[in-house]
């Protein structure tokens, strides 16, 4: 495990940038070796998720939201960001390491984002009011990591229940993107449910039905 202070060149899905102010954050790396195919590993992004999403409730008494794939939210505003990056060995197939990377907005106020980011970036203590403490929050995430590394593959129906419970994209109307974000693919559905393998069931507008596993899937305001 990796953790920094700050990020000078912090990056998202999507080759996006991730804001990463001192002192406010904590943006945090862990290496992992798992046993398993690499068509398998795409569910350790979404138990990562659960797994932080934890951490943050026992540390702060606040449970975010999962916006899918692995965006967590405090009421409409993004605190937390997840990539996951893995080298895979060519010649066998076999998974070498996976490195969880893990950005977490926990101190810094409205006016510490940038103004592109004000309008959806929140932070832990803008929730509850008050600063928290990052060293009670990073040994939390440090726990819960472990426990995600300890019960993969085989504590999957556990993560898969805790998702579906926190997951905001169900229920919803959504557009779905395609994984370059070009915005050639773009159709607008509704998410009927959060499917075994951590997919989303889509019900487009024409009908038609898809299992989204990759790509970029926005769910509209409420109504």
């Known amino acids: 495990t990796v953790i920094a202070n700050e990020q000078s060149a912090g990056r998202g899905r999507l080759v996006r940038s991730f804001h990463s102010p001192k002192d406010t954050?904590?943006?945090?790396?862990?290496?992992?070796?798992?046993t398993c195919k690499p068509a398998e590993i795409v569910q350790i992004t979404t138990w990562t998720a659960?797994?932080?999403?934890?951490?943050?409730?026992?540390?702060?008494?606040?449970?975010?939201?999962?916006?899918?794939?692995?965006?967590?939210?405090?009421?409409?505003?993004?605190?937390?960001?997840?990539?996951?990056?893995?080298s895979v060995e060519s010649e066998t197939g076999t998974i070498q390491y996976v490195v969880a990377g893990i950005g977490v907005n926990v101190n810094p106020e409205i006016s510490d984002f940038p103004e592109e980011l004000c309008g959806i970036a929140g932070s832990i203590a803008m929730a509850v009011g008050h600063p928290v403490q990052r060293a009670?929050?990073?040994?939390?995430?440090?726990?819960?990591?472990?426990?995600?590394?300890?019960?993969?593959?085989?504590?999957?129906?556990?993560?898969?229940?805790?998702?579906?419970?926190?997951?905001?994209?169900?229920?919803?109307?959504?557009?779905?993107?395609?994984?370059?974000?070009?915005?050639?693919?773009?159709?607008?559905?509704?998410?009927e449910a959060v499917n075994d393998d951590f997919s989303l069931r889509i019900r487009y507008d024409d009908g038609s039905y898809e299992n989204v596993s990759s790509?970029?899937?926005?769910v509209k305001p409420q109504k």
């Open 50 to 86: 659960v797994a932080i999403a934890k951490a943050v409730e026992r540390a702060t008494g606040v449970r975010p939201a999962i916006k899918w794939v692995n965006d967590l939210l405090v009421g409409d505003r993004k605190i937390c960001g997840i990539l996951t990056e893995m």
């Open 215 to 218: 790509g970029e899937v926005s």
């Open 136 to 191: 009670r929050l990073a040994a939390c995430m440090i726990e819960e990591m472990d426990n995600l590394r300890k019960a993969w593959p085989s504590g999957r129906e556990d993560y898969l229940k805790a998702y579906r419970e926190m997951c905001i994209s169900t229920g919803r109307e959504v557009l779905v993107t395609d994984a370059r974000h070009t915005g050639e693919f773009a159709k607008h559905g509704f998410c």
């Open 25 to 34: 954050g904590i943006y945090f790396s862990v290496l992992l070796r798992p």
